[in-house]
């Protein structure tokens, strides 16, 4: 599967784990699964990340030459915060992308 159609099919498997209640409960009421930190938001975080990988190391330049660095680079500090504050990726997963994220620092 081409990286073009690997991105299509994960946002569309996103989507579909973020509008299922099973994983992600709308109501106040509803619980989300025992599994949701260990499993299933980890495992949506790991697929993310091979997106933002790819991205850095095949299209950043260009991102630099249509003037969206910034942009990609605020999203994936944010991603990699929140990622590492939740225990959502294994630190040993970012290896690919160790050295954006120094300097993004």
């Known amino acids: ?6 991105i299509t ?14 994983f992600f409960p709308s109501s106040q009421e509803s619980l989300f699964r025992q599994d949701f930190s260990t499993v299933i938001a980890p495992t949506i975080f790991r697929r993310l990340l091979r997106v933002y990988s790819h991205i850095y190391h095949h299209h950043v330049q260009n991102l630099i030459d249509y003037g969206l660095i ?14 590492t504050r939740y225990g959502l990726i ?3 997963e970012f290896a690919p992308v160790r050295d954006v994220i120094r300097n993004l620092s």
């Open 1 to 6: 599967m081409s990286a073009s159609e690997y």
């Open 9 to 22: 099919q994960l946002m569309y498997w996103v989507n579909q784990q973020l509008d299922d209640e099973e």
């Open 70 to 83: 910034s942009m990609l680079n605020s999203s994936f500090h944010h991603f990699v915060l929140f990622a």
């Open 90 to 92: 294994d630190s040993k």
